[in-house]
C-alpha cells in the first residue's frame, strides 16, 4: 500500500519557471490537502479538496492553482514561481469526515533561485 | 485561522514531564496531534472530537476542552525519542472540511 505518493521530492527552478507537484493517493480518500512548511510558521494549508470537480483555498492560495479529475490526484501548479515560493511541499489526503486521520507524503523540497 | 500553540519550544531531561497547549477563536468539531522529526513528514499522534474527549496513548495523552476550544497534549515520563515538533490541528464547527494547523512546538529531551 503505497498511501500518499509525492512527486518530485527535490526541484530548484528558477524565478518564472512553471512546474507542476504530483500528488497521488491509493487509500481512496475523498479529501485531498497541499501544505506549505517554512521554519517558524507550521504547516500552512495552501489548497484542499473534498472530492473530484470540488476545490477551495486554504490559508495561502496566491500564486498556487489546483485541480481535482480524479480521487486519486491533486496535483499543485505553480504557474509563475518566485524565490518567496521556496519551501517543502506536503500533500495530505483522509477517508471523508471531519474526525478521520490525515496521511501526509514524504513532502517535496523546491527551491526556486 | 491557524490555532495558537504555546510554548512555542521545550527543552526536557529524559524522564521530565510536559504540557503542550493548543487553543482556538473558533468553535471546534476535531483537534489533532502530530509530531514531526526534522527532515520528515509528519506523524499522526492522535485526534479528540467535540465532546470533551481525553485519550492515551502509551505515555502520551490529550485533552479536549470544546467550551473553551482548547486541547492540551501531555507527554510523560519523556523519551529521547519523544523530541521533534508537536502540531496541533483543527478542524472547526461550522462545516468546513479545512484542517489547519498551529506553528508548533519544538520539544527537545536531553539524556
Known amino acids: 500500500n503505497a498511501g500518499v505518493t509525492q512527486t518530485p521530492k527535490f526541484q530548484v527552478l528558477k524565478t518564472g519557471q512553471s512546474m507542476t507537484l504530483q500528488c497521488a493517493q491509493d487509500m481512496n480518500h475523498e479529501y485531498m490537502s497541499w501544505y506549505r512548511q517554512d521554519p517558524g510558521m507550521g504547516l500552512r494549508l495552501i489548497h484542499y479538496s473534498v472530492g473530484a470537480g470540488i476545490t477551495d483555498q486554504g490559508e495561502v492560495p496566491n500564486g498556487y492553482n489546483v485541480s481535482r479529475s480524479t480521487t486519486e490526484d491533486f496535483p499543485l501548479r505553480l504557474l509563475s514561481a518566485a524565490p518567496s515560493q521556496t519551501s517543502v511541499y506536503f500533500c495530505a489526503s483522509r477517508a471523508g469526515g471531519r474526525g478521520n486521520t490525515i496521511y501526509f507524503g514524504e513532502g517535496s523540497w523546491l527551491t526556486v533561485v | 485561522q491557524q490555532p495558537v500553540q504555546s510554548p512555542q519550544a521545550v527543552i526536557l531531561r529524559e524522564g521530565e514531564d510536559a504540557v503542550i497547549n493548543c487553543s482556538s477563536s473558533?468553535?471546534?468539531?476535531?483537534v489533532h496531534w502530530y509530531r514531526q522529526k526534522h527532515g520528515e513528514a509528519p506523524v499522526f499522534l492522535m485526534i479528540l472530537l467535540k465532546g470533551g474527549e481525553q485519550k492515551g496513548h502509551d505515555k502520551i495523552s490529550a485533552s479536549f476542552n470544546e467550551k473553551k476550544q482548547q486541547s492540551s497534549l501531555y507527554l510523560t515520563a519523556s523519551q529521547l525519542s519523544y523530541s521533534g515538533t508537536y502540531f496541533c490541528?483543527?478542524?472547526?464547527?461550522?462545516?468546513?472540511?479545512?484542517?489547519?494547523f498551529g506553528k508548533g512546538t519544538k520539544l527537545t529531551v536531553n539524556p
Open positions: 490541528g483543527t478542524v472547526g464547527e461550522g462545516g468546513s472540511e479545512k484542517l489547519v
Open positions: 473558533k468553535a471546534l468539531y476535531s
